[in-house]
Structure formats: C-alpha cells, structure tokens
C-alpha cells in the first residue's frame, strides 16, 4: 500500500492523466490532492470531474487550496469575485462553458460545489501532514488559522515538529525540481506554467512527474530528517 501526494494541478487536467497512468495506482494506495484543483490552466473543470469520478474505486484524499477558497468565496460574496478573477477564475469558467454571466455560479454542477466544500484543510497519516500551504510550528493542527493553511508562502520554514514531515504545494518552484528540506517538501513545481506535475511516494522517495504535453519523468529523493 502506497501513500502518494499530488502538488498543484491548475486545470492541467492531461498532466494529471498521464500522471497518474504513469504511477500506476492501485485501490489500495492512498492518494492525497493537495489542493489547487482549478484556475489558470484550461481544464479545471475536467480535473474536478476526473477526481470525482476516481474516488469511487480508489482512496482519494482531496485537499483545499487557495484557490478552491477563492473559488467558494466568489459564490458567496460578490467583493471576492474581481480578485478570482485576476487569479484565474476566467480560465475556470472557460473550462466549464460558461461566459460573462451574473449567474455563473448555478452554471457549475452541484457536484462540484459539494466536492469543493468537502476537500479537508489537513491530513495526517503516519509521520506525514499534507497540507496546501504551511503549518505555524508549535500549533496543533486544530488550531492551525486559514491563512496559514492556505496561504503562506514558505521558503526556509522550521520543522513542524520533531517526529513529523510535512509535505506541501502552494510555493511554487519554478524550476520543476521538487523542494526536500527533510522536514518539509514542497511539491508544487508549476505545471501549469510549462513545467511539471507532480506526484510522490512519501515512503519510499520515488517521485513521477508529467506536463501538459504528455511527457514524463521519474526519480527519487531522501524521505527524512536531514542533519
């Protein structure tokens, strides 16, 4: 049994299927999204539709990102929708069809709302905490506040605790390499900017990666504490 986590999707719904054919997921495995489902990339409905479709028959673990929070937040308050937006909810709203309507949030399937409103802030398996974007060290993680969770940029941060890794998206890394500082790798590695998607298994270090254009790769990095 595998425990792999998924960084950034950003609508990179080919990057996505050709990931995961890549990883070859078995229904045993455990498999955590760490959030960034929709915006800027051009299938963000797809994604969803796809993640929605593979937690019938595989154990899928959805996380919440900034942007799924920008998302909900453009549907309940109007003030929020201007700043979606400019972050990419246009590519969003593209990829479900849907123009420049008052009412496009009617437009979007009630499955997805549901979707969205279920992804989890956290999870915590084993010596790992998958998390969007960040952790406030010395805070149980029911005490975690959002802005952390979703919106902390990280680039030097502590350990978390001593016995836990934390693995994260959210700071991307440009370069497509994943980021590994022991106790926190950020997996994040802009997909939908021309660089890759990731997927890793925190176990064993063996990492696979995709783009948009149907290409791979794979490699292996350290899991633990680094001195």
């Not at 201007?82 to 009412?103: A, K, R, V």
């Not at 399937?109 to 409103?117: G, Q, T």
């Not at 998607?197 to 948009?212: I, Y």
Request: glycine share 8%.
């Amino acid at each position: 049994m595998a425990l792999y986590a998924i960084g950034d999707i950003h609508g990179c719904y080919n990057a996505l299927t050709t990931l995961v054919d890549l990883v070859k997921l078995k229904p045993e495995d455990t498999l955590v999204f760490l959030g960034d489902y929709v915006d800027r990339g051009p299938g963000s409905k797809q994604v969803i539709d796809w993640i929605i479709e593979h937690s019938k028959k595989f154990n899928i673990v959805a996380l919440r990102g900034n942007h799924e929070v920008m998302m909900m937040n453009s549907r309940l308050y109007q003030n929020s929708l201007s700043s979606w937006m400019m972050n990419g909810g246009f590519q969003t709203l593209d990829s479900y069809e849907i123009g420049d309507d008052f009412d496009w949030y009617k437009k979007i399937p009630a499955e997805h709302w549901d979707f969205l409103k279920a992804t989890l802030e956290y999870y915590e398996n084993g010596k790992f905490i998958f998390v969007h974007a960040g952790l406030k060290p010395g805070v149980e993680l029911k005490h975690q506040i959002h802005d952390t969770l979703f919106w902390l940029h990280q680039y030097e941060p502590p350990p978390y605790a001593d016995d836990k890794i934390v693995v994260c998206g959210h700071t991307p890394q440009k370069n497509g390499q994943i980021k590994n500082l022991g106790h926190t790798i950020f997996i994040d590695t802009w997909a939908f900017n021309g660089q890759w998607l990731t997927c890793l298994d925190v176990e064993s270090g063996n990492f696979f990666q995709a783009n948009e254009k149907g290409e791979t790769r794979d490699g292996k990095i350290t899991i633990g504490f680094t001195s």
